[in-house]
């Protein structure tokens, strides 16, 4: 048996991307993963899908589990020979009774490595822009836990010093009891129009600033309904964040936004919307699947030789295609007698991927562009592949056909409805909080009318702006009842993800 250890390791403030590389590393190799309450969960995406997950999460003050139970898990598992990632929200070591595992650990001879994380301190104030330190305004700062001293009338904290010293303080825990800090401050001589802020939610697209000073944060917080989790910030650099704010600055910050896509093409369009501040609801509305049978597309495969052009119009056909070509033992070189039309930029980078550069890209990225540059060519008796969905337009064959060329469109992938919406934007939907849906083929809209019905969605939409990718999706969209609010000049998810930044700017 291979001898167990147990990784602490910080998962950071909130923000996925926050986790450190070592972090990651040790999370690959997980047997068994002990996560909290406020480690983000998407950080499990890096365990193997065969790791055990077990929630520890500890909510409030209130123990889903006691810590004793936490230590003996973590003990048990150790010496079961295990790799164990204790995931802990911030840093394990800042309130984090990362110490307390440690020693139990210690103390039954388990090997344990600790990883260090972004403390919430330092992630709310990174992305609050408020330095906790800066040369012209403090140059000592203080975390302090705001539960202390609740069930005890001594406490261990010098209040005297904490408020006399100057130094910006950081409560953690200290929402319910923020009160009775800030009048301790004041009793102890901090200045009751010293600046503070809480930030709820640090780092992540929920997050929640909200500024006032020693002597009126606490009505304030009560007012606004403020709940934890948050840190409060205390000290003259508070003011900085006028200037220094940012994340809650980007553009598409605070707008839900609802990406519907195939799943597998999601990611890129949705990260891009992400690092503009949207908080993104992926909804996906076509389910790719490979088609009925591939013996037409095979036979044209066999046939590359024998033709002039290959027309590819998105990243999905060039996809299927040359997965098919490389399941048949070819490769590019089976394409070196073709000329390659792309559809757009996009799809040219695909098939540029698989180490081709098109000899074609239409100024309009669409069908009828693509349609338009062979009608000035000499097409006549030209033999024209066009591997495509089983549901695409036959505007391309047909003219090309029109044009005296030989097109065979063979089917390389087929489009499906998914079973249902993902809960999360029916939820969205229902409570009325998103801001915008963006459509990038006519099938998103149509699929996203047939799986909800037609009437469900108008009414599901009613004040939500729609974004369609351009003038074939947005007749779609019109279609079906729907207002076209955004739709961008040129026909790429970069340039939706920008018209989108104009529009909510
Ligand atoms: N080990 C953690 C702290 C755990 S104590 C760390 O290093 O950050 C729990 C407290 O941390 C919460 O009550 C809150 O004060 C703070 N906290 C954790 N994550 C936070 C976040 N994303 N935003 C604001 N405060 C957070």
Request: contains cysteine; glycine residues 8%; hydrophobic residues 40%.
């Given at each position: ?7 602490l390791?910080?998962a950071g403030p ?9 972090g990651v590393e040790c999370l690959?190799?997980?047997d ?17 899908e065969?790791?055990?997950?077990i929630?520890?999460?500890k909510?409030?003050g ?18 079961a020979g ?7 929200g ?5 309130f984090?009774?990362?110490?307390e595992?440690c020693?139990?650990l210690?103390?039954?001879g388990?090997?344990?490595e600790v ?10 104030s990174?992305?609050?822009g ?5 040369r012209?305004?403090?140059?000592s700062?203080a975390?302090?836990t ?9 406490s261990?904290?010098d ?36 600046p503070v ?6 780092t ?7 500024v ?13 309904g ?22 809650d ?9 609802i990406?519907t ?8 369009f ?15 509305t076509?389910?790719?699947?490979e ?11 066999r046939d590359l ?12 056909a060039?996809?299927?295609f ?10 590019a070189?089976a394409l070196?007698g ?13 098939i ?18 693509v ?9 006549h008796?030209t ?9 695409a337009r ?14 065979d469109?063979?089917?390389a992938?087929r489009?499906f ?20 849906i963006t459509?990038?083929?006519s099938s ?8 909800l ?8 939409l009613?004040g939500v702006a ?8 947005s ?11 955004i ?10 993800a920008?018209?989108l930044?104009t529009?909510?700017?």
């Amino acid at each position: 048996m291979s001898k167990g250890i147990v990784y602490l390791i910080g998962a950071g403030p909130g923000d996925p991307s926050l986790i450190t590389l070592r972090g990651v590393e040790c999370l690959k190799k997980a047997d068994v993963v002990v996560y909290d309450y406020l480690a983000n969960e998407q950080l499990l995406s890096h365990a193997p899908e065969t790791a055990e997950r077990i929630y520890a999460g500890k909510i409030g003050g209130r123990h889903n589990q006691g810590q004793d139970e936490i230590n003996n898990l973590l003990v048990e598992k150790g010496r079961a020979g295990k790799v164990v990632v204790r995931l802990k929200g911030g840093d394990p070591f800042v309130f984090g009774r990362g110490g307390e595992e440690c020693e139990a650990l210690r103390d039954a001879g388990i090997t344990f490595e600790v990883v260090p994380g972004v403390t919430a301190a330092v992630g709310a104030s990174a992305y609050a822009g408020i330095p906790l330190t800066h040369r012209d305004i403090t140059a000592s700062v203080a975390f302090v836990t705001g539960q202390e001293g609740k069930d005890k009338n001594e406490s261990n904290i010098d209040w005297d010093r904490l408020s006399l010293g100057g130094g910006t303080v950081v409560f953690y825990m200290g929402v319910t009891t923020l009160r009775r800090n800030m009048l301790r401050m004041v009793e102890h001589g901090r200045s009751p129009a010293t600046p503070v802020a809480l930030v709820r939610w640090a780092t992540t697209p929920c997050q929640q600033v909200l500024v006032g000073t020693l002597a009126d944060i606490a009505d304030r917080a009560e007012e606004s309904g403020f709940k934890p989790p948050a840190v409060t910030i205390v000290g003259e650099v508070v003011a900085l964040r006028e200037k220094l704010q940012w994340f809650d600055k980007r553009p598409l910050c605070g707008k839900k936004i609802i990406v519907t896509r195939a799943t597998e093409q999601a990611g890129e369009f949705s990260a891009a919307l992400a690092a503009r501040g949207a908080t993104v609801l992926e909804c996906p509305t076509i389910r790719l699947v490979e088609p009925e049978n591939w013996q037409l597309l095979d036979m044209a495969i066999r046939d590359l030789p024998e033709y002039d052009w290959v027309v590819l119009t998105s990243g999905n056909a060039v996809r299927y295609f040359f997965q098919r070509l490389n399941t048949l033992g070819l490769d590019a070189r089976a394409l070196a007698g073709c000329r390659i039309c792309a559809v757009g930029p996009k799809t040219a980078d695909e098939i540029l991927s698989f180490g081709i550069k098109p000899d074609l890209i239409p100024s309009d990225f669409k069908a009828e562009g693509v349609v338009d540059e062979f009608s000035r060519l000499d097409m006549h008796n030209t033999r024209v592949l066009f591997p495509r969905a089983d549901k695409a337009r036959d505007l391309i064959p047909n003219e090309l056909k029109r044009l005296g060329a030989h097109v065979d469109s063979p089917v390389a992938y087929r489009n499906f409805l998914p079973e249902r919406l993902p809960p999360e934007t029916l939820f969205a939907l229902e409570k009325r909080s998103v801001d915008c849906i963006t459509f990038t083929s006519s099938s998103t809209v149509q699929n996203l009318a047939a799986m909800l019905g037609e009437e469900l969605m108008l009414d599901m939409l009613k004040g939500v702006a729609v974004a369609s990718i351009g003038p074939i999706t947005s007749k779609s969209c019109r279609d079906l009842g729907l207002k076209v609010d955004i739709e961008p000049q040129a026909y790429t998810l970069q340039s939706l993800a920008e018209s989108l930044e104009t529009y909510f700017g």
